[in-house]
């Protein structure tokens, strides 16, 4: 009896002992496994890889086409073009007979191959001074032909013009221009009278002017300056002759004057 009542007691102690550790054991077991993260087996790696989609060939760019040109824009005339173009004034004078030896020797120089107007100058201007007087003689009846063809355009001209267009165009030069501008004048109307210096000037170029042997601008120039720096040095009695040519001019335009005044006006109104 004791025996059994002792075996059984041993069995509650063992089953008490035993009991709570394996409990313990198999808590401890779960709770590791909780920690420690499940590997993803070969087909779950599978599943969640994406697969790469395929490169799509790049489309190739047609070239593109070639834009129109724009149209030109039609541009506003400035008050200058449009009284020009009403005017229609011809040019400002007619050439001299330098001037009309140097246009037929720059177009047989360029002709040559001569480009460069600097050389075609100084070619013109020597092959001038080696011209006779009766060569020379022949461009001066040419460019009187032209200058009395340019008078009887310019007469023409004047006589079909309107004069409120004159007047607003020689105002615009002077606006621009100043003191300086070339304006519009009735051909009809008689040359203003040269003063003596005027008159001086002019004779000191007709002497000179064969010596210095040229008819470039800069020699001109260089002439012009002369003259007036002769005209310093003058004295009364060298003046006097220039001085009494002048008041001929005088007198001359006085009775141009009045004959343009005559002819020109009905009424107290003038014609042109």
Not at 15 to 24: D, N
Request: a positive charge; aromatic letters at 6%; glycine letters at 4%.
């Amino acid at each position: 009896m004791f025996r059994v009542i002792g075996s059984f007691s041993a069995l509650r102690v063992s089953s008490r002992v035993l009991t709570p550790s394996r409990a313990f054991s198999t808590t401890g077991a779960s709770l590791v496994a909780a920690a420690k993260p499940k590997r993803k087996t070969d087909a779950a790696v599978k599943k969640t890889t994406k697969a790469k989609a395929p490169v799509k060939a790049k489309k190739v760019k047609a070239a593109p086409k070639p834009k129109p040109k724009p149209k030109p824009k039609k541009k506003t005339p400035t008050k200058k073009e449009q009284l020009d173009a009403l005017l229609k004034a011809p040019k400002s004078r007619a050439p001299g007979a330098y001037a009309v030896f140097l246009g037929e020797f720059s177009k047989v120089k360029r002709q040559q191959g001569m480009t460069t107007v600097a050389e075609i100058a100084r070619a013109c201007s020597a092959s001038w001074n080696q011209l006779g007087e009766s060569e020379k003689h022949q461009y001066q009846t040419k460019a009187d032909k032209l200058s009395a063809e340019y008078e009887e355009t310019l007469r023409k001209w004047w006589n079909t013009t309107d004069h409120n267009l004159v007047a607003l165009e020689n105002r615009r030069r002077k606006r621009v221009d100043g003191d300086k501008a070339r304006l519009l004048k009735d051909p009809f109307a008689p040359k203003r009278p040269m003063t003596s210096y005027v008159l001086f000037v002019k004779d000191f170029v007709t002497q000179n002017k064969g010596a210095a042997g040229t008819n470039d601008i800069t020699e001109m120039s260089s002439l012009m300056k002369s003259a007036a720096s002769k005209w310093k040095t003058l004295s009364s009695a060298e003046k006097a002759p220039y001085a009494k040519g002048a008041e001929v001019e005088k007198s001359r335009y006085k009775q141009d004057q009045d004959k343009y005044l005559k002819s020109h006006t009905v009424g107290g109104t003038r014609l042109h």
